[in-house]
T-cell receptor, first 111, second 112 residues
Framework: NAGVTQTPKFQVLKTGQSMTLQCAQD?????MSWYRQDPGMGLRLIHY???????DQGEVPNGYNVSRSTTEDFPLRLLSAAPSQTSVYFC??????????FGAGSRLTVL | RKEVEQDPGPFNVPEGATVAFNCTYSNSASQSFFWYRQDCRKEPKLLMSVYSSGNEDGRFTAQLNRASQYISLLIRDSKLSDSATYLCVVNGPSGNAGKSTFGDGTTLTVKP
């Protein structure tokens, strides 16, 4: 039972490069979300989805795109990486009005 | 003002101590409340849900005061393994976890 799988675990980018962080869950959860966590801070919501084909912005959406073509997958795209996007990114899923199950995180450094 | 505010900590306590963390939230229409635990460089994991009637899980007790928009977590008989960051989490008016709001966390270090 894999739960929530994030790839890659680590990534280094140069300013201006683009990339996609992958997130997949095998629990048939409706809700999926992306958070970023900066040092000494809590998690801030980037984007979330309440089901396939439906996405919405969270607290800090600028510079990121998402799509939800299937229930299982919720990729996060960085359009043009900036040093301010250096962070740890967590993907999470939930069956509904319930607790979140997190992936192990993706640590991104933008030079 | 942040939507969810926690004691900044850090809390440094000896083994066996009782420690309490507080959390306040700004949206009175919030529906559900949780405490998560996060170990260093790991993902957050659910510690316990918080109910209006208060709930207990072993050495951990969580309480919710909707009138004061206040959540607490009490840890009794602290163990070394309790050292972690504790995150207060609030789900919005719709109740769904897709838009959970996190506090910045309170760091606990339990010392021998």
């Amino acid at each position: 039972n894999a739960g929530v799988t994030q790839t890659p675990k680590f990534q280094v980018l140069k300013t201006g490069q683009s990339m996609t962080l992958q997130c997949a869950q095998d629990m048939n959860h409706e809700y999926m979300s992306w958070y970023r966590q900066d040092p000494g801070m809590g998690l801030r919501l980037i984007h979330y989805s309440v089901g396939a084909g439906i996405t919405d912005q969270g607290e800090v959406p600028n510079g990121y795109n998402v799509s939800r073509s299937t229930t299982e997958d919720f990729p996060l795209r960085l359009l043009s990486a900036a040093p301010s996007q250096t962070s740890v990114y967590f993907c999470a899923s939930s069956p509904g009005a319930n607790v979140l199950t997190f992936g192990a995180g993706s640590r991104l450094t933008v030079l | 003002r942040k939507e969810v505010e926690q004691d900044p900590g850090p809390f440094n306590v000896p083994e066996g101590a009782t420690v309490a963390f507080n959390c306040t939230y700004s949206n009175s229409a919030s529906q559900s409340f949780f405490w998560y635990r996060q170990d260093c460089r790991k993902e957050p994991k659910l510690l316990m849900s918080v109910y209006s009637s208060g709930n207990e899980d072993g050495r951990f007790t969580a309480q919710l005061n909707r009138a004061s928009q206040y959540i607490s977590l009490l840890i009794r008989d602290s163990k070394l393994s309790d050292s972690a960051t504790y995150l207060c989490v609030v789900n919005g008016p719709s109740g769904n976890a897709g838009k959970s709001t996190f506090g910045d966390g309170t760091t606990l270090t339990v010392k021998p």
